[in-house]
């Protein structure tokens, strides 16, 4: 038994840009959203910036800036990136390469894993119990209504509640600064993900612990301890 796998008895995950690329479903709904009222649309490339806070703050980045304080234009907006997401979100999302092999193992090792997402409640589930079923999950979290989205290490504290574990006894892995700085607001180990919407910098300046750039390392450092 190395020292690592004692150490760590969970794992949370963040899910857009970690486990799930949904990055050009995303990006396709908004652009339909903004072509339907004749505004200007995004390369995909500029999506990675504006995911990772919510839908409402997607839809904020999204639109021209003229429109960000028109709480009624935003409203609409986020109605009909919703309604077009809903119907739309599994057109081309999938795990990224290895992420099965990766739950695999950490299974296998006994690790608990619990899934984190400022994505909506809804959808978190609808993604995870799509695209990750076969594997047990035993907290599966997005943004719900009376609960501060991520940074705020509230979620993160509810599922190591769940999960039965001590935070310290958690890793976290994510693709952003807003993973990192959860992590460390919660007590957990920061893992940054470099196969996610965002970059190194990004990720060190926030406080990532370790950095892997493919999924089977992560199963490395927990066997090696």
Request: aromatic share 8%; hydrophobic share 40%.
């Amino acid at each position: 038994m190395g020292m690592k796998r004692e150490k760590f008895q969970a794992a949370v995950f963040d899910l857009d840009g970690t486990l799930l690329n949904t990055l050009e479903d995303l990006a396709r709904s908004m652009n339909r959203v903004l072509k339907g009222h004749g505004l200007t649309t995004h390369p995909m490339d500029d999506y990675r910036y504006f995911v990772g806070d919510g839908a409402r703050t997607l839809v904020k980045r999204a639109v021209p800036e003229h429109m960000r304080q028109d709480e009624k234009a935003l409203a609409l907006c986020l109605k009909e990136f919703l309604e077009d997401y809903a119907a739309n979100w599994d057109a081309n999302t999938s795990p990224y390469p290895d992420i099965p092999q990766m739950l695999e193992g950490l299974a296998r090792m006994n690790i608990k894993l619990a899934v984190l997402s400022n994505k909506p409640h809804n959808f978190t589930r609808l993604c995870v119990k799509r695209y990750l079923g076969q594997w047990k999950f035993q907290a599966v979290l997005g943004e719900r209504p009376g609960i501060p989205r991520k940074p705020s290490p509230d979620g993160a504290l509810e599922a190591a509640r769940i999960m039965g574990v001590k935070p310290e006894k958690c890793i976290y892995l994510g693709d952003t600064s807003i993973d990192m700085k959860t992590a460390k607001a919660a007590g957990m180990f920061p893992v940054g993900v470099l196969w996610g919407f965002r970059d190194e910098q990004e990720l060190r300046e926030s406080g990532a612990k370790l950095l892997i750039s493919r999924p089977r390392e992560l199963l490395k450092f927990m066997e090696e301890g």
